[in-house]
């Protein structure tokens, strides 16, 4: 299963790298399935609302 969730490491307080927590299988297969319905995934961005407020989706 693939994760929404980048996986990489993080700053820590001490500047030390912290990996970043895997996330729960149900949210994984959750969010697979609703990505797959074509629904709005949480953390993802939203191509239309991008398109109606004007903004750029690839980054611009």
């Known amino acids: 299963m693939t ?3 980048p996986q990489r ?3 820590g307080e001490r500047g030390e790298e912290v990996p970043c927590p895997r ?4 949210f994984t297969a959750l969010a697979a399935h609703w990505a797959a319905a ?3 995934v949480p953390g993802t961005t939203d191509p ?3 398109t109606l407020t004007g903004r750029s989706t690839d980054g611009r």
Do not use: A, N, Q
């Open 9 to 11: 490491p993080v700053p």
């Open 23 to 26: 996330d729960e299988p149900i």
């Open 3 to 5: 994760t929404m969730t």
């Open 48 to 50: 239309e609302w991008d």
């Open 38 to 40: 074509g629904r709005l």
